[in-house]
């Protein structure tokens, strides 16, 4: 846990955690196997984080990296196996839509982190993140593109690739202002709170969840166009 960090950031941060987690099982039509898989990551990362492991930036390779790439790997089998490319193909487009208004409480937890001198300013939407703008459109674009079926394939994967370059864009921006040897940005105030309980489920959770909510959705109206009605 971060000291003199007030309560509540943490708490909300951890709740908005299980509402991803509580999303993706929607689409995964609560698959056993998957919420096994993403509650036991959970659980892994919390102790690990809890126990101010990493912290440590001064080591090679980086221990910051056993928290986004395993999960990277995981998204990566997603697409080039049969299982989960099938995996893939049956979530439901909605709820993987509606999951990316969890990135309106992100946004309001990092800017508490920013006034607590946790993350630089430009992680915030007070500097150059706007995925905010993902989690607000989210809902609609769920509702009149999955249940109204007003909204166009177009528009529908042109949404998702604006989202996800979004997504990319502050990703990069959280991992170079980690205090570690190759730091681009944030010297002045550095990202460390993503090296504590609970904000380790940040990259190892959340990120990984919404960054494969876009691929797969992107994945089902490149080729499974017949599948819904959705207009061109």
């Keep these: 846990m971060i000291e003199n960090l007030p309560a509540y950031i943490a ?35 919390g ?19 056993l928290l986004g790439m395993p999960p990277l790997l995981l998204v990566l089998l997603m697409f080039v196996t049969p299982a989960g490319k099938r995996f893939t193909d049956s979530l439901d487009p909605k709820w993987l839509t509606y999951l990316h208004t969890i990135r309106i409480p992100v946004e309001f937890v990092l800017l508490g982190l920013y006034l607590h001198a946790q993350v630089p300013r ?4 007070e ?7 993902a989690g607000l459109s989210a809902p609609f674009v769920a509702y009149y593109g999955y249940t109204k079926h007003l909204l166009g394939r177009t528009f529908l994967l042109l949404w998702n690739f604006i989202c996800l370059a979004l997504l990319l864009n502050i990703v990069i ?10 730091q681009q940005f ?3 105030q550095p990202n460390v709170a993503i090296l504590y309980f609970p904000f380790v489920w940040l990259p190892c959770v959340i990120v990984p969840i919404v960054f494969y909510a876009h691929l797969a959705v992107i994945r089902q109206l490149l080729y499974l166009k017949n599948r819904f009605a959705v207009i061109e």
Excluded at 14 to 24: K, N
Excluded at 47 to 56: C, V
Excluded at 176 to 181: C, E, K, R, T
């Design 11 to 45: 708490i909300s941060f951890a709740l908005t955690t299980l509402l991803s987690i509580f999303c993706f099982s929607m689409a995964a039509r609560h698959h056993r196997l998957t919420l096994l898989i993403v509650i036991a990551w959970l659980v892994l990362q």
């Design 47 to 65: 102790i690990i984080g809890f126990s101010k492991f990493y912290p440590q930036t001064h080591t090679t390779p980086p221990r910051f990296a």
């Design 122 to 125: 430009l992680m915030t939407f």
């Design 127 to 133: 500097g150059r993140n706007f995925d905010i703008i």
């Design 173 to 182: 921006s959280a991992v170079l202002s980690i205090p570690f040897a190759y």
């Design 186 to 188: 944030g010297f002045d």
